[in-house]
């Protein structure tokens, strides 16, 4: 059973952490959490993500977990409206939107966020811009940790009457370094650290090296688990949480389980290049012995497998979704997201390179196929040209695809549905038709 509610672990821990807290006020808190969590938008941001990234007998790293993720601009076009009394201070930007213009709709693509006049900086305000490396009165942006920054600052605000100050940097670090893939892990860390010291120093807390170091090594394991899927043995959780993301990354979805064809391609292809950029070691944290340095590296090699692999699978769908885009032409159908009844195994095709068999040969790569999708296309696409020729193709029509998408007119379809098809040969220009009419995972329905 899928959980939706978050009021025991957060009563558990609350229980060990503040006991004086009132029994009504932790329903309250955790009723935000449920709220914020369950965005009408949200697909992988939700609540059993929290309580996964919860799952600890350490009290901290439980509030670590649930309230990591509060706050997901991007997705739910600001701030949850749960919190926006929490977060009265902050004022959220949107594409094409002044600061003074607020009757333009909810875009999901944020500029930036402004803090505002209407409160006074607390200490705890102070604390999270210390830890975030944000100065006061400055503008927040993704690349800072924007969501992060006002999650622990929500986090900071609610629980700021029961906890002690330890306590409260202690969680205020932990959602802090759940900011991923940063290109200096180490040196991030360090700057955490440092910026611990000064607060310490500053408000007279008594923070020892020992407390440090242990403050650090649970927010390290709070991070690891967040990303965790990355370097997962079996790709099945990979795969699942690359697309639901990919899911939650489509703007104006018609509903929680369909998206118009051209909106998920543009999803499709951001996220491929995302996961193309991304660094194996840039995923998963280490300090002191947490994890131990062959937990660290086992997890190192898996990340750098698992990328690979699903960068090929993305490839193969971008290329299929391009191709039934092109045949399409002008029309703008809606796409099925839902699973299909899974394919049997004597249906694979035998000429496979050595890089689709190891994807496709083995348990692991079977399972998440039965979850994902129905159709051959993929394995097809493998089998006729191997990987590394898949993804050049993959980036060729990508190329083209770029060229047309800044207007979206019916005549820049036409010639975008012209350059595709005629990049191939004869016989791959056929087979891309078949591609189009046969694409099992994609049930094809007229968007109203």
Not at 31 to 60: K, N, Q
Not at 213 to 240: I, Q
């Amino acid at each position: 059973m899928i959980p939706t509610r978050c009021g025991d672990r957060l009563s558990a821990a609350l229980a060990v952490l503040a006991p004086s807290c009132p029994a009504a006020e932790v329903s309250r808190i955790a009723a935000l959490i449920d709220e914020a969590m369950s965005g009408p938008d949200r697909a992988y941001h939700t609540l059993p993500h929290a309580l996964m990234v919860a799952e600890s007998d350490d009290p901290i790293e439980i509030l670590i977990g649930l309230f990591h993720d509060i706050v997901q601009l991007e997705v739910d076009a600001g701030i949850p409206p749960c919190l926006e009394g929490v977060l009265d201070d902050f004022r959220v930007i949107r594409a094409g939107e002044s600061s003074g213009d607020l009757k333009l709709p909810r875009s999901r693509q944020i500029s930036e966020v402004l803090p505002t006049a209407g409160r006074v900086p607390d200490r705890w305000t102070v604390a999270v811009q210390a830890m975030f490396r944000v100065a006061p009165g400055s503008a927040l942006k993704r690349v800072n940790g924007h969501n992060e920054f006002l999650s622990a600052l929500a986090a900071a605000r609610l629980l700021e009457p029961w906890l002690d100050a330890v306590t409260m940097i202690s969680l205020i670090a932990g959602i802090e370094i759940t900011i991923p893939f940063r290109n200096d892990p180490e040196g991030s860390l360090q700057a955490l650290r440092d910026s611990i010291r000064r607060l310490d120093q500053e408000n007279h807390l008594g923070l020892d090296t020992e407390q440090l170091d242990a403050l650090t090594r649970r927010a390290v394991r709070v991070a690891n688990r967040d990303v965790r899927s990355f370097g997962e043995p079996d790709l099945a959780a990979f795969l699942g949480d690359t697309f639901t993301l990919l899911m939650e990354s489509c703007p104006s979805r018609d509903s929680v389980s369909s998206v118009q064809i051209d909106i998920y391609r543009r999803a499709l292809q951001k996220m491929t290049a995302f996961l193309s950029s991304i660094s194996p070691s840039s995923v998963f944290r280490r300090f002191d012995d947490e994890p131990t340095l062959a937990t660290h590296h086992a997890r190192q090699l898996r990340t750098a497998h698992n990328l690979e692999v699903v960068v090929l699978v993305l490839s193969a769908r971008l290329l299929s979704t391009l191709l039934l885009e092109a045949e399409l032409g002008d029309e703008k159908p809606a796409l099925a997201l839902t699973p299909s009844p899974s394919i049997h195994r004597s249906a694979w095709p035998e000429a496979i390179d050595a890089k689709a068999r190891e994807l496709l040969s083995n348990e692991a790569g079977w399972r998440w196929r039965a979850t994902v999708s129905s159709s051959m296309v993929e394995v097809d696409m493998l089998a006729r040209w191997g990987g590394e020729a898949l993804i050049r193709k993959a980036k060729e029509i990508q190329a083209l695809v770029a060229q047309f998408d800044v207007t979206g007119t019916s005549d820049a379809s036409r010639a975008l549905r012209a350059l595709i098809l005629n990049h191939y040969s004869q016989h791959d220009r056929e087979w891309a038709k078949e591609v189009a009419r046969s694409l099992g995972d994609f049930q094809v329905s007229c968007a109203e």
